[in-house]
T-cell receptor, first 111, second 115 residues
Framework: GQSLEQPSEVTAVEGAIVQINCTYQ??????LSWYQQHDGGAPTFLSY??LDGLEETGRFSSFLSRSDSYGYLLLQELQMKDSASYFC????????????WGAGTKLIIKP | NAGVTQTPKFQVLKTGQSMTLQCAQD?????MYWYRQDPGMGLRLIYY???????DKGEVPNGYNVSRLNKREFSLRLESAAPSQTSVYFC??????????????FGEGSWLTVV
């Protein structure tokens, strides 16, 4: 069956770098997406990796290795406003090619 | 630019009551979705509509019905609410008919409690 695994919680210090990992098991693979969600808010798009390698958008980068069924989100120069939950999602053939979502990683940032 | 608008934001229902969650997007998107999110969990797809006039079941469709009224609007109906349907519901939309990585835009969420 399909599944995505990501750590439930990660703690880091303001100004530091943190990496949030995501491993997936799906039928077919059509890209890995990352979304951010603040408490009480709606998910917002961060990045999409359709091919292997690194995608960079400002302080955030996302990496994909299709051979390892693995990706990560890298957040640099952490700010208090980055405290949120981060979700990885993949498109799955067995789900009629719709996205399935990980359970989310809660990022706690300490001053 | 309103994006995705869903109503109501909060609702308390008694077991067995019915209600409809309304959703509208002003981005001329093809696909629209209804998700539910339970505490500590990711999003689970209830129903989706890849284009006007079509709807399909997602991962957790039981107890729900949907209507794609036109390209803008996609409503979710609970015919006979159950406590297990207590959740936060998100409507979303994207330009893709079948997801290719474009941004999915979400509404602000509807907090539903069934007592």
């Amino acid at each position: 069956g399909q599944s995505l695994e990501q750590p439930s919680e990660v703690t880091a210090v303001e100004g530091a770098i943190v990496q949030i990992n995501c491993t997936y098991q799906t039928s077919g693979f059509y890209g890995l997406s990352w979304y951010q969600q603040h408490d009480g808010g709606a998910p917002t798009f961060l990045s999409y990796n359709g091919l292997d390698g690194l995608e960079e958008t400002g302080r955030f980068s996302s990496f994909l290795s299709r051979s390892d069924s693995y990706g990560y989100l890298l957040l640099q120069e952490l700010q208090m406003k980055d405290s949120a939950s981060y979700f990885c999602a993949v498109r799955d053939m067995d789900s009629n090619y719709q996205l399935i979502w990980g359970a989310g990683t809660k990022l706690i940032i300490k001053p | 630019n309103a994006g995705v608008t869903q109503t109501p934001k909060f609702q308390v229902l008694k077991t067995g009551q019915s209600m409809t969650l309304q959703c509208a997007q002003d981005m001329n998107h093809n696909s629209m979705y209804w998700y539910r999110q339970d505490p500590g969990m990711g999003l689970r797809l209830i129903y989706y509509s890849a284009s006007e006039g079509t709807t399909d079941k997602g991962e957790v469709p039981n107890g729900y019905n949907v209507s794609r009224l036109n390209k803008r609007e996609f409503s979710l109906r609970l015919e006979s609410a159950a406590p297990s349907q207590t959740s936060v519901y998100f409507c979303a939309s994207t330009t893709d008919r079948y997801y290719t990585g474009n941004t999915i835009y979400f509404g602000e969420g509807s907090w539903l409690t069934v007592v």
